[in-house]
């Protein structure tokens, strides 16, 4: 594991600036300032630090980014970054990138320099193109999206460009990286880039977007902290949501044998997803799903607005995700005071985690199991609790850890003692 130490401690605060900001698809904002009226507000949340979405400059969305070493305009520029990173780092809040290193917008200089010379272009191989020097070449895009033109990964040139970016901010104070569709990279090409980060940034937290797949084998031969746990987001909502903890305790054995390598970055939601409470059709089944990310074993990160129980839908078109990344006021006195009761049961759960540092590698195991109830222990370092879960719409006893039993409300979770 090549995790620094205090990734032990982390619980992110998801932030998706350019929505967050009412950057896009709308213009009027106050950029990464807006920030500034909500650092304490993730405080409070228990949060111990940010992981941004893209901030570098882009043509639409900021995952077609066309200058690394530039913050996008809709969200101001150097200073304002430097003034962000200086007051969250004030409040003991780490900060973390996330970088487009798989593709790059059409408006990227290095693309339109192959565009005007072709082949005779400098940087003509940092781009993946199918029968090169045919009369028929075909340019690669990122899953057919043809604004977004795919990076050549085998060319030294791109992995000396992305070396650069990554040590550029961390220089400026930025604590980490997310490595957006790292899922569509070569594993190696991490290997020969984050050494070179490291040189300098031994500390620093980089993970990897990986949807699906080997996990534990992508992590080993990339040289990444981490990767995101698709697998158990799926797991918790999708147990809650059809009567079955089965499948979440299937999920949570692969999850186990996914920290003998390396400890996963664990979400319930995120800004490519719908969100939770829209997900899940009981409202009251959103806090069984966090007391599950918060007792388990991860690095887990909240979503902006889903401790507040904001919906949102991801449609499958142009525009798709603006439902899930909305513009927040200006403040958090400004939100509605109908998602305090959610916030403060986040706050509950990650003050336990906070407390409990150790969950961070935790496993788990099957105390009691059926389509409706769940017991688990987490377990580390010679420490555990019991987590019950009851998703039923009636009270449930289950066993207790010693002996006897205990009630369970409908639509609740307790941790217990073991």
Excluded: C
């Amino acid at each position: 594991m090549t995790e620094a130490a205090w990734v032990e401690h982390a619980v992110w605060w998801q932030v998706y600036p350019l929505g967050f900001a009412g950057a896009y698809p709308e213009h009027d904002n106050g950029g990464l300032r807006r920030l500034d009226a909500w650092l304490d507000y993730a405080i409070e949340l228990g949060a111990s630090g940010l992981l941004l979405g893209p901030v570098f400059a882009s043509e639409t969305h900021g995952y077609d980014t066309v200058d690394h070493f530039r913050i996008d305009p809709r969200l101001g520029g150097d200073d304002d970054f430097d003034a962000l990173v200086g007051a969250a780092h004030e409040r003991g809040l780490r900060v973390v990138l996330d970088g487009v290193f798989n593709h790059v917008g059409r408006g990227h200089p290095a693309f339109q320099d192959y565009l005007a010379h072709g082949d005779d272009s400098a940087r003509a191989r940092w781009f993946r193109v199918r029968g090169r020097g045919t009369d028929h070449p075909e340019l690669v895009t990122f899953e057919g999206h043809d604004a977004l033109v795919t990076l050549n990964h085998a060319e030294p040139a791109v992995a000396d460009y992305v070396a650069d970016v990554m040590t550029h901010w961390l220089r400026r104070g930025a604590d980490g990286w997310r490595l957006d569709a790292a899922y569509a990279v070569p594993p190696g090409f991490w290997a020969k880039v984050l050494p070179r980060v490291r040189a300098e940034f031994p500390e620093a937290y980089v993970f990897g977007e990986v949807i699906h797949g080997d996990y534990p084998t992508i992590v080993g031969m990339s040289t990444l902290d981490s990767v995101t746990q698709y697998e158990l987001w799926k797991a918790i909502w999708s147990s809650l949501e059809s009567a079955n903890f089965f499948e979440l305790s299937w999920a949570l054995e692969r999850h186990n044998g996914f920290l003998d390598t390396f400890v996963p970055q664990t979400f319930v939601g995120n800004h490519d997803v719908t969100r939770l409470a829209s997900r899940l059709s009981e409202e009251r089944h959103v806090p069984l799903a966090v007391a599950v990310l918060l007792t388990v074993g991860g690095t887990p990160s909240i979503y902006s607005g889903d401790e507040q129980g904001f919906r949102g839908v991801k449609e499958d078109r142009a525009g798709g995700d603006d439902a899930v990344r909305p513009p927040f006021p200006a403040g958090p006195a400004e939100l509605a005071p109908y998602g305090r009761p959610l916030y403060r049961v986040h706050q509950e759960l990650i003050g336990l985690r906070r407390r409990n540092a150790w969950l961070h590698r935790a496993r788990t195991r099957t105390l009691h199991l059926t389509n409706e109830q769940f017991v688990y222990e987490a377990y580390a370092d010679g420490r555990s609790l019991v987590i019950a879960l009851n998703a039923a719409k009636e009270p449930a006893t289950v066993p207790a850890p010693g002996g006897g039993t205990v009630e369970l409300a409908p639509a609740s979770w307790s941790v217990l003692t073991p």
